[in-house]
């Protein structure tokens, strides 16, 4: 079945514990995203990846990490979570054209990851 | 840039009432544009999109046509039910681009 898989679904942990949140496409997907999602502020894209060794940065990108070794993986690490990261992230993935970007292809999510930082 | 505006909710319906999300879209390409559905605890699915102007994207009786004289992607449903109590957004992909821009998101929901 093709899905994106993210890990954990919940978790609650403490200010500057690193944690690191995974993510996992079985489609072979190009491009990869990370989003976080607040009550009123919609989904805010934090990183995101074209492909293999090439990542960038969203809107939120302060105090996260991104990296992409391989296609199929892309982890968002938070190396000092503090409480104003406590929210519902999303992974997502999405197959693309060589110089043509997206070209009307769909994206896909994970079900998303409730982080909370106390 | 791009970006998307959809209407602010919440939006409160009775079953089988008509449903109007209004999204209108600021692009300096060719976008595809789309909606996608949040049912509660899940994520998003895509729920229909259109490619090109003019286009019709329809699915579990929602339609949505892409109205590049308006910049508009209103999604319709002529007769909601419970089970479409859920979160909606508007988005945009530029064709040739490397971003996905996503409205704010709407919130439905319909009463028996």
């Known amino acids: 079945e093709a899905q994106v898989t993210q890990n954990p679904r919940y978790l609650i942990t403490v200010t500057g514990k690193k944690l690191t949140v995974t993510c996992s496409q079985n489609m072979n997907h190009e491009y990869m995203s990370w989003y976080r999602q607040d009550p009123g502020l919609g989904l805010r894209q934090i990183y995101y990846?074209?492909?293999?060794?090439?990542?960038d940065k969203g809107d939120v990108p302060e105090g996260y990490k991104v990296s992409r070794k391989e296609k199929r993986n892309f982890p968002l690490i938070l190396e000092s979570p503090s409480p104003n990261q406590t929210s519902l992230y999303f992974c997502?993935?999405?197959?693309?054209?060589?110089?043509?970007?997206?070209?009307?292809?769909?994206?896909?999510f994970g079900e998303g990851s409730w982080l909370t930082v106390v | 840039g791009d970006s998307v505006t959809q209407m602010e909710g919440p939006v409160t319906l009775s079953e089988e009432a008509f449903l109007t999300i209004n999204c209108t879209y600021t692009?300096?390409?060719?976008?595809?544009l789309f909606w996608y559905v949040q049912y509660p605890g899940e994520g998003l699915q895509l729920l229909l999109k259109a490619t090109k102007a003019d286009d019709k994207g329809s699915n579990k009786g929602f339609e949505a046509t892409y109205r590049k004289e308006t910049t508009s992607f209103h999604l319709e449903k002529g007769s909601v039910q419970v089970s479409d109590s859920a979160v909606y957004f508007c988005a945009l992909s530029e064709n040739t681009g490397n971003q996905f821009y996503f409205g704010t998101g709407t919130s439905l929901t319909v009463i028996p």
């Open positions: 990846s074209m492909n293999v060794e090439v990542t």
């Open positions: 997502a993935s999405s197959p693309t054209v060589p110089g043509q970007g997206f070209s009307g292809n769909t994206i896909y």
């Open positions: 692009a300096t390409g060719y976008p595809s």
